[in-house]
């Protein structure tokens, strides 16, 4: 099932999509509202039998809010790029690794996207969303997939020059990614797709700016199964119904960053700015494409003050009691 949330008549609602059209639940609830009730196919059922509406007459909105955002890094080829040749460390064979992103800044597939404040080199990364519909800690890598509710197409929107400043620091992206990630156009429930005997699925990706293919790739490139992205998230702690797990972004062109690192122009592939369009397409889930806007000029804040040199320091056994 493509299951969708749409703005019509002015208010969210869940539906099915059946080609063209939207057959909507006449009760107003949330993607998320079901995830956590699980009863979201039965939803998804009980909305076939409602009157359809055409998708052109309502607003696709993000498929669902969701609670948190881990966002993997989960293939070889865009790590190599990213790095310009340099290598992959070892440490990413060993696990694999993830940053918690913004659910604040969560948009769909309607939303423009606005360049984030100060930064000047913007970037798309073509992911698939993994969203989990069934609570778990400590899951088994064989079981990860039979916690997935379904999956979604993820652009992670990435300020180039503001994250590769920050990361100087020696955490992970902050600010750099913190503007924009953007979800739709709907979500596809898990039981569209097969996984293969390792448990990967062959979905073919593509990434197109102002009408330019500029990455291709397949899911199944990655380097882990998305039920180990599952296991991994769940250690230690909990995943539950509606977090969403980025697989990170494909290779071969999946983002701008990965073909500057492998030695594309910015005068041939230039940073996204007000006015580019992305169209991000995996194959059945569907296409995500979105449009750049200009955006808000910074709040300027000070530099960090320099270090003192001395401070007063007060011994307890100076202290006078009163």
């Not at 005997?197 to 102002?210: H, I, N, Q, R, Y």
């Not at 180990?228 to 960053?257: F, I, K, N, Q």
């Not at 122009?265 to 979105?290: F, K, N, R, Y």
Request: proline letters at 8%; one cysteine or more; charged letters at 20%.
């Amino acid at each position: 099932m493509r299951l969708a949330t749409v703005l019509a008549d002015g208010t969210a609602r869940v539906g099915i999509v059946v080609d063209d059209h939207v057959h909507l639940l006449d009760t107003a609830v949330t993607m998320l509202d079901l995830l956590r009730a699980g009863t979201l196919p039965e939803a998804g059922r009980d909305a076939l039998s409602a009157p359809a509406v055409a998708l052109d007459a309502v607003r696709l909105l993000a498929p669902l809010q969701p609670p948190t955002v881990r966002d993997f890094v989960a293939f070889e080829e865009h790590v190599e790029g990213m790095r310009g040749g340099n290598g992959i460390p070892e440490a990413w064979y060993d696990a694999p690794t993830f940053y918690f992103s913004n659910p604040y800044a969560t948009l769909g597939p309607a939303d423009d996207v606005p360049v984030p404040p100060g930064c000047s080199v913007l970037d798309f990364e073509l992911e698939v969303g993994v969203v989990i519909g069934r609570s778990g800690r400590d899951v088994a890598p064989d079981d990860g997939w039979g916690h997935v509710a379904g999956l979604t197409v993820l652009n992670d929107w990435s300020a180039r020059d503001i994250q590769s400043r920050e990361m100087q620091v020696g955490l992970g992206p902050a600010k750099g990614k913190d503007t924009a990630t953007t979800l739709g156009p709907w979500l596809v429930t898990a039981d569209e797709f097969t996984p293969d005997a390792e448990g990967f699925l062959d979905l073919a990706m593509t990434a197109s700016v102002d009408g330019r293919v500029v990455g291709e790739d397949l899911l199944s490139n990655m380097g882990w199964p998305l039920g180990d992205l599952v296991a991994y998230a769940s250690r230690g702690t909990e995943v539950r119904p509606g977090d969403v797990l980025g697989t990170g972004t494909c290779g071969h062109g999946g983002c701008l960053g990965e073909l500057w690192g492998r030695g594309a122009s910015h005068e041939d592939l230039p940073p996204l700015a007000p006015g580019s369009e992305v169209s991000l397409t995996v194959e059945g889930i569907g296409t995500l494409t979105s449009r750049v806007v200009a955006g808000a000029d910074p709040v300027s804040i000070p530099g960090a003050r320099p270090r003192p040199r001395s401070r007063p320091r007060t011994r307890p056994t100076d202290r006078v009691a009163r």
